[in-house]
């Protein structure tokens, strides 16, 4: 069993009130009251805090990322957005600006304003200054000319926790192809040639595909076709000795370069389409470099609290290391 957790920095009080459509006489307890010490503003906020976790767990935000893969967010939205934010306070201290061009795609910039009064610590000052990784739940106020302009409802951090025998422990939502056992053969410390480099690079999707199958212990290897939602899939992998179900997402040589978004079908679809399957890992893999971006999708949907799962970024030189010390590279 999984279960979100969240850390609060800043919490609008009216706006998650609304949000969490309190009863009249639950809005008393945690609206902002005249006399509130900084004690009170924070148990409030707090107490809103835990709510809000509740909310997330059963009727979560889109995502802010994955929503503009397919549409618009329009005013009044609310939406989830972590990434890094870049943030500064006004010489009068009563307001903090926050800013970013999107992480998956930088032709979206996000805005906003973060009212101090509304700290919950004296220390928030200290969070919300320069850049900073956050997580922001928040209404969209204004679409314009690219520009998405965010009213905060809660700014924090968010965190994934896994129950084994009762316990709770921190569920990390990337792994490395280093902990996949199916790889405990390759030599992690042996670099890649320029000549293995150039190999894997000039391979075609299907000789990958079907290297990797070997490799993992899939004897089941679909066709390509236009409507597939995954190149590769299996229940069997086995990550830090745990059985995983995961399918893949696989760019061979058609993809020249670095992989970007635009490489993803229009508006980034494949990885939509795989984000469809009924796994609990996915796994995008290229034969070259991947750009931050794409990693940043892969994120965001391994985050997408209405359905959370782990990701792998496999690139051209974990697949070389693979494919070299598995006896596939000729």
Known sequence: MQEVRLTLIFANQDGLVDLLGLRPVD?????????????????????????????????????LQRLLLTSLPFGGQLV?????FYFRRRSSNDFVDFHAQLNTDKQW????????SRFPFSSTSE?????????????????????????????????????TAGLWTPDERRVHVQQVDQFSEVDWAHGVSRDDATKVNNMREDVVKDALAAIIGSPF?????????????TNNLLVSGQQTSAAWLLKGRSVKGTMQIAHLGKNGDQIERLATEPV????????DAISAPVVHMAETF???????????????LATAMILRDYGHLK
Do not use: C
């Open 27 to 63: 809005r008393a307890r945690f609206l902002p009251a005249t006399g509130d010490t900084q004690t009170d503003r924070a148990v409030k906020q707090h107490g809103l805090t835990d709510r809000l976790q509740q909310l997330l767990r059963t009727d979560p935000p889109a995502e």
């Open 80 to 84: 989830a957005v972590e990434q890094a």
């Open 109 to 116: 910039r996000l805005e906003g304003v973060v009212d101090t």
């Open 127 to 163: 969070h919300l200054r320069k850049r900073n990784n956050v997580l922001m739940v928040a209404i969209v106020s204004d679409v314009q000319d690219q520009t998405i302009r965010l009213r905060p409802l809660f700014i924090g951090h968010r965190s994934w926790l896994e129950e």
């Open 221 to 233: 290897v679909p066709k390509d076709w236009g409507g597939e939602r995954s190149d590769l899939s």
């Open 280 to 287: 609990e890992l996915l796994v995008v893999q290229h034969n």
């Open 302 to 316: 391994a985050y997408d609290m209405r359905n959370p799962r782990r990701f792998m970024i496999m690139d051209g």
